[in-house]
Every structure is written in structure tokens, then in C-alpha cells.
């Protein structure tokens, strides 16, 4: 893997697989050689996750031609290839994913030799394409130089087996990256952290000291959440350190050849949660000849095929680049649940049915389960990572191919180039378009006889019209392909109110999971919440940083008002009386900037100038004249600049430093951007620039009265000119590279953690940060919409307990691969308690009369979950009194307030107009839609003939309320 010249990976096209592996990882990718042998399902999912992760070579070989049993998971097969060479039918579309254009060797003989095989870094075996005996002799001959990967999909189970040679070097065994901590205490044996972030070390972790780079240092007792000592002992009178950072060393991980392998327990799998007993329970299914297995662990069925090709692909990652942890040494799945208990009875080694390009799965199914599927009609939100490879499986499975059978999909994105390297139904040539138009006939050539419909609106409140109450009773089962915690939300608010089966799943880097949602049986989506993020305090924004994250957020804040808002405001004033508001007035001096020298390259570098002396000179002065150096905090009786606030120092420009005049020129440029200068005339006028000619005007104080009153001054001097200006609208684009907007924010966010001693940020960072990105790889991608489709295939069959569900969680960088039954849905009580009268003559005769109000309430030790609904149905649309006094007599219950489920407010007692005499005698004569469409602004059409709303209400004064269920309105025709 040696070149003499390294190539350039495109940051573009791979930018969310590097943040995920890394750098120098993606660059050993780029450089690899991989043999992938066997071309049915299983290799060709490998195959495709290799070619879009970016492996440099990649040779397939097989000497089988296709069948119709290959067709259920071979992807890139139709029935016209049918007898055609797998590997030449293979690589005809595989060769298309890669998105540079990197060539794929065909072999249509396997090479056995060592000499043969030595050739290549990483060798995988697909579904026993070779006789054990003969496995273990090549593993035996090439393992001191290739590393092996031996993987079958057979049926509903399958297995990995890795040896990756005598010592494998591991380089990061989790893929979390290095932990940065600010030192808040230290003495030459033992430290304290910001206690404000968790300690994310442990003993036996390596770090280093900012202040000693090239000492490591290793932890040896962890003493409390926020401290631990370390060796060896830190030399203090070299200057006292400000962070630390952990070092990840290489770690040596020994393999067994495949021939130690099977006869040791070297296994590790989901299937049965007793680790003793997978590799007996792999060596009974693969140790048989397949004539003596049953037909569901004798077919290529597309889920498991995907399962096991996304985590193959992986090791073979890992076995290239040494990053994350491989399985050591095997993996066994078992998905047996999904096979239904008339086809396990059956036991059945010949296959019966119908032979064309379903009888993989019906095999596996049956062929009422098969005929359900095909008739299942499915709505998928987002097609994207996970829709790409939910649309794929859905083609091989069949799908929307039966009379009543549909896929409806929407996705509101056109396809970027950075999508290319895991939504792998897209080319070079989609780039602009809709995504789920081109999955729509993608879709259509892996199966023409699927139906699907391509939508590219958003799914949520505004596009209700769009996917009414008629849209979501139709459908059968809902896929989300999501990646935000708001739209999952509201597809789960739909599955609740329509009571409708979902399953979500997602990605981030080397992890996924995956939830079953079964209407009454399993808890709903939003009944389980991650913590929300933590917002950085404006405080250690502005003014008290102490980590990259926070200049990078500072700086980002910077770009959004000397741009964004500046061009957002000009625009708004060009048109008016130049009188300012408040928020012009808080961003005068970016005002003031445009107007006071004609656009032009001089005038936009004298602007970055400027800049660099406000932001890194005036404004680091302004903190050290209120917080002196030597300032002792009044309360703790401590100097105010120690632990995590760091004293910042101010810095004056100066042209022979390269980080001075990059942020100069770079925000130069986003501003000759924004006034509409030309920039290939900046960019000449920029590159042979005479610092001499820019002289850096006194530092004022900004927050002065002074200064302000001159700029309000200046303001209407020059307001004429603000109808005049012709200005440009610059909005923060990750991936915008004309304009140069993650250089003007890597500049800046340097700048400042340069002024307070943070460590500084490369582009990649502050890409990642800024642009919110997620690390994402096609491997987790595939495997977990893998385990998606297995559970898919269970919902087809009615009445299956609980247990026969799973919840996935999956971290192949440790690796760690978990299930769980769902959970079932949590149930609270309508009623809750009763009030404790006051002491005193007639008490206990009280009480008793408020215990048996209490226990003869219809509510009474009734419970209801996030699935129940108080119902109320009306012939014609009923009036607001008519709906309350339907709830009143049916459940006993007193409305106090209603609201939609977005929160607008139809009545509330505590509303004084609600409360007045004339909306009682008004109000609640007037029907419930006619209401509702006047309070949201939505015509009754929108609203539909199902409404649901949020109730709070009352049954005595003495019986206490819990929360209510949703109350569900229904108007009949």
C-alpha cells in the first residue's frame, strides 16, 4: 500500500465517510487492494460497499452463472441474466458506483495460490465459493501477508470469520476521537479537569500535555469525575500546562488461523446471548451439506445478505486501514424468528413453489406471507442513505408488485456530490436532481414490475394537505429514512393517531440502531428522548472560551452577522426611510462598513483589516480591561483567569504572519462576494497586496457612547447611498467553495483560540462543526437497513408476540452488536387521587363521600397509553358545547382547555375571552372545524373529518386529573 506520491482524496466526495474513519484511514482506503470472491448476493453487496467507501482496486471473481434464486439479493440481476456468468453480470453495474471512475478487474477463475493472492491486502470469501478444506489451506498459506474474511448470508442465518495474521495492528480500536480536557488544578503527579464536561478517560489511557507535545503520559487512577493522577511525574518548571489530550497508542491484536479457529470458541453474536454456544450453533448449520438443511437456511435472502455484506465490508475496512476494532475472530447471526411456524413445521428441503425471482424470500416466508408483502403498501420518508438502500431491498423482495401493493417515498433534497459515496442509486449525472426521482427509476431497473410513487415534498404540519387524513389511512406500514428528531416525531404523531406499524432507524459514523413500533404492543417513537444538545453559554462564547468547539462557534456567529444579517438588513433598508430599528441598530457598524467607500478589492481589504482589529485586538483589550490579568475573584478569594477561564491576549496585525493576512484576505473575499466585486479581480488585486499601502486605524473602544453616537452620526450622512448599493446575498453554504466560506470561518475561529491558547482547528473540523455534519458510512448504512427488512418481514405476520421483535443497536468500531424486545407501551391512569379534606367536624363523613364519587367515576382504575384515544364521533360537524358535553357524559370529564396537537389554543377557562358572556353564548355555538380553521388559518378541507386535540380538564375539585389521552373528533357524513 506504498506510492510515491499520495493521492488527493476528494474532500467533496468523501468528506462524511473521513469524518467517520479519518483521514489517514480514507488514504489507506484510496491506496488498497481487495479480492472479493463469490458474485451472488452476499458478494455483491460487499462489493458495492467497498467500490462507494473508496477501496482503490477491487478485483471479483466467480466461476458460477446466475439463477433464479440468486435474483431475491442479487441487485445488479434481472431475469434476462438468468445462465449469464454471475461475475460478468456483476460487474457490468458495479462498476458504474464508483464516483471517480476507478476501474474494477473481473477474474472468472479463483485464484488459490499464495502467490495469487498475495498480490492483494484483504481477501473475502462469499457463501463458501470454496470447500472448507480447501479455506483453511489458502488461510494457512497467505495469512502471514493477506488478511482474510470469510463470510455466508445462508438463509435467515450467517456468519464472519476474520484472520487478519500473527499481529494485526489496531490504530484506534473505538473511533471516537482523541478527548481534549481544559486543567482547572495540577501538581507534577495529579490533575483536575473542567468539571463541566464528563472525564472521558479511563486508566491505562495515554495523553500529552499543550505544553510538552511530544511527552506521553499515562493514567494510573482515576480519583474522582473530574480528576486522576498520571506518570511520570510532569515537569512544572517548563510552564504550566493549559489542556491535555488523549493519545490513542497502535495495540497489537493476534489472530488464529481458520483450522485453530474451529476447533476453539473464538465467537461473538446477537443470535443467542450465550457466547458458549454460537460457534456450536454456526458449526451445525455450516458444517452440513445444504441438501441436508431446510430451505430457509439453503436460499440468499435479501435481509440477512444485506446484514452480513454491510458488516463484512467493514472488517475488510478494518483490515486495510487498522481502524476500529475487528470481530475477534467470529460472528454468528441467527434470524430465525422471521421465519413463520408453518414453514419451520414444514421443514421443507425442496422448494415447491413458483420459480422466478421471489422464490428466495418465499422460501424463507411462504407464500401467504410472500403474497402480504407483495401486497403491502408502504410509505418511506426519505431517500437519502438509508432510502437508497430501503428501495433497493424492497426491488429484490418484491415489493409493490402485487395488485394492492405500493411504495410511496418523498424526500424534499435534490441530490449533492458528497451523497454519491452511500446513496448509491445515484450517478454524477443526478446531481441537482430530486432524490427520490431518480430512486423512483432506479428503483424501476433493479424491478420493473414494482410500482412506486416519488414525492418531493417535506412531511409535517404545512404539507398536511398534501398527506391528509385519506394519504395515511391507507397506508400499511411507514419507513422512516430520516435524519432529524423533529420529522420522526411527527411521522410519529401520524402512526399514533392512524395507529399505523413503523420502523425508524439511523446512522451516525460506525453506529446505527433500528426501533419497531407496533400499534398497542410496543411503545410509540417519542416515548423514549435523547437529552437535547447543550447550547455553549453566550458568556463562554463571547467572552470566555476555552475549547476549538467554542471559537468555532464564535466564529461561525461572526460569519453569520457580517454577512448574512448584514446583506438581510441592507436589503430591508434599501426600499425604506434609512430610520433604524433595533436590530439595525445592533449591527450598525457592518452597516456603516458598506456604505463608506465604494465597493472594490482596496475597499473590502481595509474591511478584513478593520476586522482583525476589532475582533482580535479591541475586543480582547475590552475583556482584559474588565477582567484585569491579575483580577481575584471577590466570592472564592482565587485569581478570576484560572481553570477553565483562560486569559486571552490581545494580538496586533502583522503582515509577515501568514494567519493574520489569510483571515484579512479571506473575509476580504466573502465581502467582495456579498457587495458584488468582481473576484477574479479580487483575487489578482489580493495576490501581489503591499501591506505598506493599509495603515491599521487607532483601536477605539466599540462599546463606548461615544463611538456609538459617531457611527449613528456617520449612519445618516450616508444613508442616501443604501438605495444605491448594489449588494449580493451570501447564506453559509458548507460545501461552497467560490466564495471561500469554511476558509473565512477557519480563519477567524484560529484567530481567537489564538488569542486565548486553544489549540487551533483545521479546515476539516471546522467544517464539520459549522456545517453540522454527520459522519456517515455505507456499511452501518446497509447492515441496519438490513435488520430493518427482518423486522419488516415480521409485521407481515399477525399475532406475533412481543419477543419475536428486535430493537438493534450496532457500534462496529468496538464492534458491538446488541437486540432487545421492544418495549411495550407504558399505561397511566385516567384518575390519579383524591384531595385530603381539611380536619375538622365531619371529616371522615367527607372523605367518604369523596372515595365513593371517586371509585363510581367511569375512570375509575382505568389506565390508557399513547395509543388510546377518547373518542367522540358527531353526524355533521357538532358545536364546541355539543363536543364538551359529549365528553362530560362519556367519560365524565370536564373540558378546561382544548387545543390542536400544535398548540393552538381553542378554549382555555383561564382565556378572559373565553371566559366572557360573549363567546359562551357565541363560541360555543359554533361548530368545532369551522373553530379550529379560524384559530390556525387552515381551510376545513385541510382540517379533514378526524380532528384530535390536547385536553386538560376536571371531574370534581376533589378528584385529581392525570394527563389525558388525545381526544379524537370525528365527523360523519
Not at 502471514?144 to 470469520?161: D, I, N
Request: glycine share 6%; charged share 25%; hydrophobic share 35%.
Amino acid at each position: 500500500m506504498s506510492t510515491e506520491e499520495e493521492p488527493k482524496i476528494d474532500d467533496d466526495l468523501y468528506s462524511r465517510v473521513q469524518y467517520a474513519l479519518g483521514e489517514e484511514a480514507m488514504r489507506k482506503i484510496t491506496e488498497s487492494t481487495v479480492l472479493v470472491v463469490g458474485m451472488g448476493g452476499l458478494g455483491c453487496e460487499v462489493s458495492k460497499n467497498l467500490i462507494l467507501t473508496g477501496v482503490g482496486k477491487l478485483t471479483i471473481a466467480d466461476t458460477e452463472n446466475t439463477t433464479m434464486w440468486d435474483l431475491g439479493s442479487m441487485f445488479v440481476a434481472s431475469e434476462k441474466d438468468v445462465g449469464k456468468p454471475r461475475v460478468t453480470v456483476a460487474s457490468k453495474e458495479l462498476s458504474k458506483l464508483h464516483p471517480t471512475g476507478a476501474p474494477l478487474t473481473i477474474l472468472t477463475e479463483i485464484p488459490t495460490t499464495a502467490a495469487e493472492l498475495g498480490k492483494y491486502d484483504a481477501v473475502i470469501w462469499c457463501d463458501q465459493t470454496y470447500s472448507i478444506t480447501n479455506l483453511i489451506e489458502v488461510n494457512s498459506s497467505i495469512r502471514s501477508k493477506t488478511k482474510m474474511t470469510w463470510c455466508e448470508a445462508r438463509g435467515v442465518v450467517g456468519f464472519v470469520f476474520n484472520d487478519f495474521g500473527p499481529q494485526h495492528t489496531v490504530l484506534d480500536d473505538t473511533g471516537i476521537d482523541p478527548v481534549t480536557h481544559t486543567i482547572t488544578e495540577i501538581s507534577p503527579l495529579e490533575l483536575t479537569v473542567d468539571d463541566e464536561n464528563q472525564l472521558l478517560l479511563y486508566p491505562g489511557d495515554t495523553f500529552k500535555f499543550d505544553s510538552a507535545p511530544d511527552d506521553i503520559f499515562t493514567i494510573q487512577k482515576i480519583v474522582s469525575s473530574s480528576s486522576f493522577t498520571f506518570s511520570p511525574e510532569l515537569d512544572l518548571s517548563k510552564g504550566k500546562p493549559g489542556y491535555i489530550t488523549q493519545v490513542k497508542l497502535p495495540k497489537k491484536l493476534p489472530f488464529i488461523s481458520l483450522k485453530e479457529a474451529l476447533d476453539k470458541d473464538c465467537c461473538s453474536g446477537i443470535a443467542s446471548g450465550d457466547l458458549t454456544t454460537d460457534l456450536q450453533a454456526m458449526r451445525n448449520i455450516f458444517d452440513k451439506p445444504r441438501s441436508e438443511l431446510p430451505m430457509y437456511m439453503n436460499t440468499s435472502f435479501n435481509p440477512v445478505t444485506c446484514f452480513m455484506g454491510g458488516l463484512a465490508a467493514q472488517e475488510i475496512l478494518k483490515a486495510c486501514t487498522g481502524k476500529y476494532s475487528p470481530i475477534h475472530q467470529i460472528y454468528y447471526y441467527d434470524g430465525r424468528d422471521v421465519v413463520p411456524e408453518a414453514v419451520v413445521k414444514e421443514n421443507s428441503f425442496e422448494y415447491s413453489g413458483k420459480l422466478d425471482r421471489y422464490c428466495s424470500t418465499a422460501a424463507v416466508l411462504g407464500q401467504d406471507n410472500m403474497s402480504r408483502l407483495r401486497n403491502n403498501k408502504i410509505f418511506m420518508i426519505g431517500c437519502g442513505a438509508l432510502g437508497c438502500e430501503f428501495i433497493k431491498n424492497f426491488a429484490c423482495l418484491g415489493v409493490g408488485t402485487g395488485p394492492k401493493g405500493f411504495l410511496t417515498a418523498t424526500d424534499p433534497d435534490k441530490i449533492e456530490r458528497s451523497n454519491l459515496t452511500r446513496q448509491f442509486l445515484f450517478r454524477n449525472e443526478h446531481v441537482g436532481q430530486f432524490k427520490s426521482k431518480i430512486a423512483q427509476s432506479s428503483a424501476k431497473y433493479i424491478n420493473p414490475t414494482m410500482k412506486m410513487m416519488a414525492k418531493t415534498s417535506r412531511v409535517g404540519v404545512e404539507q398536511e394537505q398534501l398527506f391528509n387524513d385519506r394519504f395515511w389511512n391507507k397506508q400499511d406500514t411507514l419507513i422512516t429514512a430520516l435524519d432529524n428528531v423533529q420529522a420522526r416525531l411527527y411521522v410519529d404523531s401520524k402512526c399514533l393517531q392512524f395507529s399505523k406499524k413503523m420502523i425508524d432507524s439511523g446512522t451516525l459514523g460506525p453506529q446505527a440502531h433500528s426501533q419497531v413500533v407496533i400499534p398497542k404492543v410496543t411503545e410509540n417513537y417519542g416515548a423514549q428522548r435523547d437529552p437535547p444538545e447543550k447550547d455553549i453559554p453566550q458568556c463562554t462564547l463571547h467572552f470566555f472560551p476555552n475549547s476549538k468547539e467554542h471559537t468555532i462557534a464564535w466564529a461561525r456567529d461572526w460569519f453569520g452577522g457580517s454577512f448574512e444579517a448584514t446583506y438581510s438588513l441592507m436589503d430591508g433598508i434599501k426600499n425604506g426611510d434609512g430610520t433604524l430599528g433595533k436590530e439595525q441598530e445592533a449591527q450598525i457598524e457592518n452597516l456603516v462598513s458598506c456604505l463608506r467607500d465604494n465597493p472594490s478589492p482596496t475597499s473590502c481589504i481595509k474591511w478584513g483589516l478593520e476586522q482583525f482589529n476589532i475582533q482580535f485586538t479591541s475586543a480582547m483589550r475590552q475583556i482584559l480591561k474588565q477582567h484585569p490579568i491579575d483580577k481575584i475573584d471577590e466570592k472564592t478569594g482565587q485569581p478570576f483567569w484560572s481553570g477553565k477561564l483562560k486569559a486571552p491576549h490581545e494580538i496586533e496585525f502583522d503582515p509577515t504572519n501568514e494567519m493574520h493576512t489569510t483571515f484579512v484576505k479571506s473575509a476580504a473575499r466573502v465581502r467582495a462576494a456579498m457587495l458584488c466585486v468582481n473576484l477574479s479581480d479580487f483575487d489578482s488585486f489580493a495576490a501581489s497586496i503591499n501591506w505598506k499601502d493599509y495603515s491599521s486605524k487607532p483601536i477605539v473602544d466599540q462599546s463606548s457612547e461615544d463611538y456609538q453616537s459617531s457611527l449613528l452620526a456617520e449612519w445618516n450622512e450616508l444613508k442616501h447611498k443604501a438605495g444605491t448599493i448594489n449588494i449580493s446575498a451570501i447564506e453559509f453554504d458548507k460545501d461552497e467553495t467560490t466564495e471561500g466560506h469554511i476558509a473565512c470561518i477557519t480563519a477567524a475561529a484560529n484567530l481567537r483560540s489564538h488569542c486565548y491558547g486553544i489549540p487551533l482547528a483545521t479546515n476539516a473540523e471546522v467544517k464539520k462543526i459549522s456545517g453540522r455534519i454527520i459522519p456517515a458510512m455505507v456499511t452501518t448504512t446497509a447492515l441496519i437497513t438490513g435488520l430493518v427488512c427482518v423486522e419488516f418481514l415480521k409485521l407481515l405476520q399477525d399475532g406475533l408476540p412481543i419477543e419475536k421483535f428486535s430493537n438493534s443497536w450496532i457500534n462496529v468500531a468496538v464492534p458491538q452488536m446488541m437486540s432487545s424486545d421492544p418495549e411495550p407501551p407504558t399505561p397511566q391512569e385516567y384518575l390519579t387521587d383524591v384531595a385530603a379534606n381539611d380536619a375538622g367536624p365531619g371529616k371522615e363523613e367527607r372523605d367518604l363521600q369523596v372515595k365513593k364519587v371517586f371509585e363510581s367515576h367511569p375512570l375509575y382504575k382505568k389506565t390508557w397509553t399513547p395509543w388510546d384515544r377518547m373518542e367522540v364521533s358527531s353526524k355533521g360537524d357538532a358545536t364546541l358545547k355539543q363536543l364538551f358535553d359529549a365528553v362530560e357524559r362519556n367519560y365524565g370529564i370536564q373540558i378546561s382547555q382544548l387545543a390542536t396537537t400544535n398548540g393552538d389554543i381553542i378554549y382555555s377557562e383561564f382565556n378572559p375571552l373565553h371566559a366572557s358572556d360573549l363567546f359562551q353564548e357565541m363560541g360555543f355555538s359554533k361548530p368545532v372545524a369551522e373553530l379550529v380553521s379560524r384559530v390556525t388559518s387552515r381551510t376545513q378541507e385541510d382540517i379533514g373529518t378526524c380532528i384530535e386535540f390536547v385536553v386538560k380538564g376536571k371531574v370534581t375539585d376533589d378528584i385529581f386529573l392525570g394527563e389525558l389521552p388525545l381526544l379524537r373528533y370525528k365527523i360523519k357524513e
